[in-house]
Each structure stands twice: as C-alpha cells, then as structure tokens.
C-alpha cells in the first residue's frame, strides 16, 4: 500500500516515550520529518536524535499541550523549521492513579485534579489542532489523529482510570467527529485510535489486580504493544486512509467490538 508519507511532516506530542515514541519511529520507518515534542525535554532530544541516525529530520520542541502558548509555539516551530505540518497527532495525556495502582473514586476528584487531566488530555487535543488546522486549511490537506482510549467508551472496572481520564477521552472521541465534520471540506482527515491496555510506562502503574482482569477481559489474551498503536496512527494519517474519516478505530485486542 501506498502510504505517501516520506518527506511529509508530522508533529506527535508526548513523543518522548510509550505509545509516542513509537509512533515518532513508525512515521521515521515511511520517511517522514517529525516534530517530536514533549513536556519532558530531554526525553523528546533522545528520540529526535535517535530519528536522526536512521535518516528523517527530527526535531525535539518542549511544550506543554495544556498551555495554548506552548501549543502554539509548537506548530509554528514545525512550520518554521520543518516546512509546514502535514500530520499532527494528539498522544500526550495522563492517567493518574491511587497508592494502589487504581483509580480514585468520581467523588473523590478534586476540582483542580478534574482540570489537570482535561487540561491535558481534552484541551490539550483541542489547542494543537487548533494551530494545526489553521495551517491545513490555507493548504487544503492535512491529517489530524487523536489517541482516545478504551476508557473512553466503557468507563469501568477494570479500567485503571477514573471518571476525569474516561471523560475526557469520551470527549476526544467525539470532538474528533466534530472537526472532521467541519474540515472535511478542506482536504483535511480527522480520526481517533482508541487502544485497550498497552504496555507502556503508563500501563505499569495500573495495579496488578486490575491488570490481571483486563487480561481476562481480553479475547486475545495479551496487552498491546505501543508499535501496534503506532501502525494503525500511521495508516490512518496517510493516504492508505484518504477516504476515512471521524472515526475511532479500535486497538484492543478485541475487549470492545462496536
Ligand atoms: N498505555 C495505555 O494502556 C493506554 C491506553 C489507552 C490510551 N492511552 C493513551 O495513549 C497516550 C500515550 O500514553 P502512554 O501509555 O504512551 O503514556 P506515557 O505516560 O508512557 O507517555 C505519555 C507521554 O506524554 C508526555 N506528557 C505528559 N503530560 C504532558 C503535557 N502536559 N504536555 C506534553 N506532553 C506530556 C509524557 O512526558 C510522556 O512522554 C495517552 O493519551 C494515553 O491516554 C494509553
């Protein structure tokens, strides 16, 4: 299949490591240049110049994707350095979690906790395409990919993430559907990948309890691996995919079929 990705550029926030990383490397393996970008500095240097090594341009930003300044900085770094953004795709977030690897209970939830993961997981999603699409619509093309989640389509036991996370992951979901609406006339995609668990740092801090009744859960008996995330993030930002868009595709292994 004809992806049509090298020498496009792609920007992927929470870069630095996970499911992130390894999409940095998944568009790095079609030639193409990315904006690898990160809260954590030095983890977005070492996955750039890793990229480097195997051929793309990459370059490393610090952003902040709940700051809108910070969300803007990094789509007019990647125009600037990098040429335009012909991908952008929305992965940094946060999943905060109890002493015991779980959950804390809805009402447990702390307003200024509510806001820090809608902070980061929603607005975050929203300030960059926000940037990004500005740029896409003066080009007519353009690929946004949104990381939602399991969560945010069966908000329970044994998910590991608590109302804030699987709300705002509900919402990742269908703002995908609303922008894609509303850019489809433009040339631009939108579409979400909604993975089950996966093992990443993230997932590590999930308690083993709650692991092991995933894993029950699962019809294929394993968690997935941030490179399968990847595959079908790439798929869906290039042109394999030109005729798919508001969707959410499911990664998980079977947990959820709809
Ligand atoms: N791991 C899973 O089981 C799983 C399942 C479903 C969805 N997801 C989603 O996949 C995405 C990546 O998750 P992961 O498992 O790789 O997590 P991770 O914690 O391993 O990596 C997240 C990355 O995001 C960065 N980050 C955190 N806050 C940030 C901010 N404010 N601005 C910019 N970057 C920030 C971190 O520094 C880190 O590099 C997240 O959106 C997560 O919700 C993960």
Redesign the pocket.
């Known amino acids: 299949m004809e992806f049509n990705l090298k020498g496009k550029v792609a920007v992927v926030?929470?870069g630095?490591?996970?499911?992130?990383e390894a999409i940095c490397f998944a568009f790095a393996n079609e030639g193409t240049h990315i904006v690898v970008s990160?809260?954590?500095y030095a983890?977005a240097q070492a996955v750039a110049e890793r990229i480097r090594s195997i051929g793309p341009k990459a370059i490393p930003v610090e952003?902040?994707?709940?700051r809108q300044d910070h969300a803007a900085k990094l789509i007019s770094t990647a125009i600037g350095e990098l040429g335009g953004i012909d991908c952008l795709v929305n992965?940094?977030?946060?999943?905060p979690k109890n002493a015991e690897g779980g959950p804390a209970m809805t009402w447990e939830i702390g307003v200024d906790e509510w806001d820090r993961v809608m902070g980061?997981?929603l607005k975050?999603s929203l300030f960059c395409s926000q940037e990004a699409v500005k740029y896409m619509i003066s080009k007519k093309a353009g690929a946004i990919v949104n990381?939602a989640?399991?969560a945010g389509k069966a908000p329970f036991e044994p998910m590991a993430t608590g109302a804030h996370y699987d709300a705002s992951k509900a919402a990742i979901i269908n703002l995908t559907q609303r922008l894609a609406s509303e850019v489809a006339e433009y040339g631009i995609r939108v579409n979400a990948v909604a993975?089950g668990?996966?093992a990443?740092?993230?997932?590590k801090f999930a308690s083993q309890r709650l692991n092991q009744a995933m894993l029950e859960r699962t019809p294929m008996g394993r968690f997935g691996t941030?490179e399968e995330i990847a595959k079908v993030v790439v798929f869906l930002a290039s042109d394999g995919a030109s005729y798919v868009t508001g969707e959410t595709v499911n990664v998980n292994g079977g947990w959820i079929m709809d």
């Open positions: 926030t929470g630095g490591r996970g499911i992130g990160d809260i954590d983890s952003a902040d994707v709940a992965n940094a977030g946060i999943s980061i997981n975050g990381i989640s399991i993975p668990r996966i990443s740092p993230m997932a941030p």
